[in-house]
Nanobody, 115 residues
Framework: VQLVESGGGLVQPGGSLRLSCAAS???????AMWWYRQAPGKERDLVA?????????NYADSVKGRFTITRDNAKNTVYLQMNSLKPEDTAVYSC?????????WGQGTQVTVSS
């Protein structure tokens, strides 16, 4: 199982970014996916969840209405569209999944929101 995130960077407050997580090594279309984030000196927090088909999603209260998680099972990729970004969204964002009871993580991508 391999998860590779991309799309992070520096953005001004109010801006947007789209993160991608490319998955391989397992039957992507059969598994739920998660996005987490970890800010410096803080615990890792759940950001968003999407089920195997994309028909069910869930979000942390702090990102509801601003972030959207989607997936393309044909491309084995899950996305996180982040709009109206705030400085407090600054963190390393990682995707994760659980396959046969084992959790897998990507290496993370840095998102910095600053003017």
């Amino acid at each position: 199982v391999q998860l590779v995130e991309s799309g992070g960077g520096l953005v001004q407050p109010g801006g947007s970014l789209r993160l991608s997580c490319a998955a391989s090594g397992f039957t992507f279309s059969g598994y739920a996916m998660w996005w987490y984030r970890q800010a410096p000196g803080k615990e890792r927090d759940l950001v968003a969840y999407i089920n195997w088909s994309g028909s069910s999603t869930n979000y942390a209260d702090s990102v509801k209405g601003r972030f959207t998680i989607t997936r393309d099972n044909a491309k084995n990729t899950v996305y996180l569209q982040m709009n109206s970004l705030k400085p407090e969204d600054t963190a390393v964002y990682s995707c994760a999944t659980y396959v046969v009871g084992i959790e897998y993580w990507g290496q993370g991508t840095q998102v910095t929101v600053s003017s």
